[in-house]
């Protein structure tokens, strides 16, 4: 039986992207699957009312981590932190307002945090907003750069001191895979001479993505 040219075609590429993907899952290693237990330790994960958050946080709790919600709805977050005790029985499962919107909120948060924690070994940014209207934050960046970037960058550099003293201690930063696509626009970060929702929104989150990586070599033996 033979089959047309594009039954061929088509075939080879499938062939092709399926080696692909199994040569990226070789090459990236084994899987974390996240079984180690967490007593004893204190995790915070942003916008864990919902989503990619909610389940980080959920596991954090059914392994025995005390853990904070860091959101900015504390109506959702106590909604989110009710079902979490219910199906891990962990009764250690903490609200607390973050807006990254705002420095003042951060601020406030995060001396909260050194007030009532004496150690923070896993710090989660996960929060973050998605090809918003053109707006700006309460400190007058444009969203998504304010919530995707600047504001967490802030929230770890206040709470770098306690990460290090908790070493060894885990900083997550939740970027996209459409960073590859992201481009910084240093002479108009704030889009003010022409905004477009999904650059934006690239940028900020290859900007989360190069901030990971200088953190990282400069933590290097620290955490």
Known sequence: MSFPNWVIHASALGTVALGSLLLRDYLSGKVYKGEEMLLGKTAIVTGANSGIGKETAKDFARRGAKVILACRDLEKCAAAQDLIKQETHNQKVFCKKLDLASFKSIKEFTDDIKKEEKFLDILVNNAGVMHCPYQKTEDGFEYQLGVNYLGPVLLTMSLLDLLIKSAPSRIVNVSSSVSQAGHINFSD???????????????????????????????????
Do not use: P
């Not at 999904?198 to 933590?219: D, G, R, V, W």
């Open 189 to 223: 970060l704030n889009s003010e001479n022409g905004y477009h929702l999904t650059l934006a929104y690239n940028q900020s989150k290859l900007a989360l993505l190069m901030f990971t990586k200088e953190l990282s070599k400069h933590l290097k033996g620290k955490t």
